[in-house]
């Protein structure tokens, strides 16, 4: 697994965290009521979200000393609980639950469709599994922490290979969302004039992470500060269409 990428909450990263969060607000409709696993649950920020809403909720994460901050952050809910594992396996038992969410988590490792087929293994039958993963059509720049990004056709054709039923959806945002998109790609585009052979594509990942993530920073505090209106976009600019 690519180690390691986090939710960051500061208001420069306001874009990223209230996409990531809308799709645990999409989940809702399917976990109500129900027995849940988070797969790559990190701190339970999300995880901790489902929670107010499921019979039992558990989060599952390979960093024990993440899930320590969950356990503690978290406590107040009696229904919710956190497992440290590296996934694939995922740790818990056949059939075990009803819905499985795995939100930005797929891209970090290797055994992709292993990982898929514990998800079934541990649905029941008729259970839900909720995955989301960035578009590899709209990615500019390599991102060090991700092992492989998924395009539309290739997602479907995995999907295939494990669900008899599913659907592929894109999400999509809002004026607002996609004005910050474009002043990121242009941003990027800049940085990348820097690499004419394109160098950043074939090093070792680890040789990447310190630079990413300082110019990732510099660039979203930048972005905020030539728009304001980065900082009032909420998961109701972001919604689903076909693909």
């Known amino acids: 697994m690519a180690d390691r990428e986090r939710p960051s909450f500061e208001d420069s990263n306001n874009v990223t965290v209230q996409r990531c969060f809308f799709a645990y607000e999409y989940a809702r409709q399917f976990v109500e009521g129900k027995n849940t696993a988070d797969i790559g649950c990190a701190d339970g920020y999300g995880t901790q979200y489902l929670a107010d809403f499921t019979k039992s909720t ?80 709209m990615s500019i720049a390599r991102n060090p922490f991700h092992v492989h990004e998924f395009t539309f056709d290739e997602m479907k054709t995995e999907m295939g290979k494990v669900f008899n039923s599913f659907e592929v ?60 209106d980065t900082l009032s976009i909420t998961t109701k600019d972001f919604f689903l ?3």
């Not at 740790?91 to 469709?113: A, G, K, M, N, Y």
């Not at 999509?172 to 160098?199: C, F, H, M, T």
């Open 241 to 243: 269409s076909d693909c």
């Open 58 to 137: 558990i989060g599952v994460d390979y960093s024990e000393e993440t899930l320590k901050i969950a356990r503690e952050k978290h406590a107040a809910k009696t229904n919710l609980s956190f497992i440290s594992g590296s996934v694939p396996p995922i740790p818990l038992p056949d059939e075990s639950v009803d819905v499985v969410t795995s939100f930005q988590f797929i891209e970090h490792i290797h055994p992709r469709l292993e990982f898929m087929k514990e998800a079934y293994r541990v649905l029941k039958p008729g259970g839900v599994f909720l995955c989301s993963t960035p578009n590899a059509k």
């Open 169 to 228: 959806k894109g999400v999509q945002g809002s004026a607002s969302v996609n004005q910050y998109y474009e002043d990121n790609a242009r941003w990027a585009k800049k940085i990348l004039r820097l690499d004419p052979l394109g160098l950043h594509k074939i090093i070792p990942s680890s040789w990447l992470v310190a630079p990413y993530n300082l110019l990732t920073t510099v660039m979203r505090k930048e972005l905020k500060s030539q728009n304001k």
